[in-house]
């Protein structure tokens, strides 16, 4: 018998790997994606010509692509798609990218590769994606079968989205994006993990504080992420604790106007050392635990210092600090649970303590340190660049209660936590990492998250100048951001601690005064309105106006001087 043909039936169940791309991004909750596309993205491009409900910002450089999510993401809590361009874009986006792990910010980055086996001929622009992207990444992986698209995405999207959260990479084959398979593209998990200690725990917890002859809280970014404002300050309350705000300030982690807060730690051991040498106890809630910057033979924490830990990221538990309690669990739930405990354990008397110990944080708490720091406050002398402190006090007294500040001026904005007032957890956003250039093209991001409230970015001209070309994209978006560029013509901090550590006062390289720099003609040519700012009722009328603004951005440059 004669062999007969097989009859093929056509598959009609079929799609293409960018559309499934983007049909598995939409149904895991990303409604943005910010990218800067080259040819081997162009599947992508092309594909949402016909998803619109996938908004699309472009940024003009991939470190500006990746800060601009970020702030996008730490504002709305979203997880968020971000495309770069091959080996030399993802080169671009590193920087970035590792601000990201370090502030634990959703997001999946993707690259366009050249098609699997051109790869081999080592055409222009490629690289092995993976090996660059794994240091600053929780995940990364290339997509080497069409069928394996969707189990990739809904993997990167999961491990991105379960605390610690953090950046993930998915490096795209040009020939997986175009070609055509059926394929399942499956469901989203999502791992909860807002989780609270056993009894047992929270008893040990309650009575280790109230066996404390004086205790101190120390506030962390966890308390912002689970949304625990409230449950933090009741806590305070109800200890009657002093509560400082972690060394790194990069958010709202605790109310300023609270009775307890006292302020802000920074990274000067000496100094972090001596404000907690009267504590027995440091209560750490979602915090680092006394992260610095520059080498001190000075040990921070005093030995008689003991530590207790709440929150999810247990790589810093005992990481420098070894913790007598350190509780895994979610900030909220912790201490939802915690409060009714201690206040069983500390009965009347603790309520007596604690309201004694609050009336007399009165008179030095942070609300106190304000009001005293602004009576101080002289006035600006005509005729000379503008002193950054009296500027950082206008500001904020000039702003609408419900603004967002984005910060990242380093010299010039080292007292902003000395009167701007966090009064939610989305009304301070500031660098992680130290790694500047993110502050212009965050405050971009943050602005899209959160449309109703006025977006205030004050960044140094040395930070700006990282990241210049995000004005653009907030000019493209029409975006009411204000940015205020302190202007100071050079790396102040540099400066000072080329003095400082090496008693050198002749600096070279890190002067902006030959030429001078003209920010706001920049500006303007980004097509953003901009003035130069060099005296206080300029700067007051300016501002003003710029706050006033509702259909495009601002930009301030405001000389001020080096301090």
């Known amino acids: 018998m004669p062999d007969t043909p097989m009859t093929t039936k056509a598959v009609t169940n079929t799609i293409t790997g960018r559309d499934a791309f983007l049909r598995v991004l939409s149904d895991e909750g990303v409604v943005k994606m910010f ?26 450089q991939e470190a500006v692509v990746i800060a601009m999510a970020d702030g996008y993401a730490r504002a709305s809590g979203k997880l968020v798609s971000c495309n770069v361009h091959v080996a030399p874009g993802l080169g671009n986006a590193i920087g970035s990218i590792y601000t990201s792990l370090m502030s634990g910010t959703a997001m999946i980055v993707t690259a366009g590769q050249q098609e699997q086996g051109h790869g081999l001929t080592e055409p222009l622009l490629y690289a092995p994606l993976v090996p660059i992207a794994e240091p600053v990444v929780k995940w990364a992986v290339e997509v080497n079968r069409i069928e ?51 009894d047992a725990a929270l008893e040990q917890l309650g009575k280790r504080l109230l066996s404390a002859r004086n205790a101190v809280m120390l ?61 027995d ?25 003991k530590v207790a830990m709440i929150g999810l990221r247990d790589w810093e538990m005992g990481k420098n600090f070894p913790a007598e309690i350190a509780l895994r669990a979610d900030v909220k739930e912790t201490l939802k649970a915690l409060i009714p405990v201690v206040k069983k354990l500390g009965g009347a008397a603790l309520a007596e303590k604690a309201k004694t110990s609050i009336a ?35 500001l904020t007294e000039a702003l609408p209660k419900d603004a967002i500040v984005v910060e990242e001026g380093l010299t010039s904005t080292m007292t902003l936590p000395n009167y701007l007032a966090y009064r939610d957890r989305k009304s301070f956003f500031g660098n992680v990492s130290g790694g500047i250039g993110w502050g212009i093209a965050a405050a971009v991001g943050i602005q899209i998250a959160e449309p109703t409230r006025k977006v205030v970015a004050v960044i140094g001209d040395g930070s700006a100048m990282y990241s210049i070309t995000a004005l653009w994209s907030a000019a493209n978006q029409k975006l009411p951001v204000v940015f205020v560029i302190t202007n100071n013509e050079g790396y102040q901090i ?44 300029g700067f007051d009328a300016a501002l003003k106006k710029a706050l006033a603004k509702t259909d495009g951005p601002t930009l301030l440059e405001v000389m001020v001087k080096k301090v």
């Open 35 to 60: 990218g800067n596309p080259g040819t081997t993205e162009l599947p992508i491009m092309h594909a949402l010509s016909s998803a619109p409900k996938m908004g699309y910002v472009l940024g003009l």
């Open 148 to 198: 394996d698209l969707p189990r990739i995405l809904r993997r990167a999207a999961k491990v991105a989205t379960t605390a610690p959260t953090g950046p993930v990479f998915i490096s795209l084959p040009g020939d997986i994006l175009n070609n055509e398979a059926a394929i399942d593209l499956a469901e989203r998990t999502r791992v909860d993990t807002a989780v609270r200690p056993s």
């Open 281 to 305: 106890l440091m209560l750490c809630v979602g915090s680092d635990v006394l992260q610095m910057s520059v080498w001190s033979e000075v040990e921070p924490l005093p030995e008689t210092t």
């Open 360 to 394: 007399a944080l009165a008179p030095k708490n942070w609300s106190a340190q304000r009001a005293q720091r602004l009576k101080a406050l002289a006035p600006p002398a005509a005729g000379q660049p503008l002193p950054p402190e009296w500027l950082m006090a206008r």
């Open 219 to 279: 506030a962390g970014p966890e308390i912002a992420d689970s949304d625990a404002f409230a449950e933090a300050a009741e806590l305070a309350e109800t200890l009657g604790v002093p509560v400082w705000h972690q060394t790194v300030g990069y958010g709202a982690h605790f109310p300023s106007e609270h009775a307890c807060y006292m302020g802000a730690l920074n990274r000067d051991q000496k100094r972090v050392r001596s404000i907690l040498s009267p504590y």
């Open 494 to 537: 540099l400066k000072n601690r080329l003095k400082l550590f090496h008693g050198n006062d002749t600096p070279i390289g890190m002067d902006f005064n030959d030429p001078p720099m003209n920010i706001t003609k920049i500006a303007e040519g980004f097509g953003v309105t901009a003035e130069r700012v060099t005296t206080a009722d």
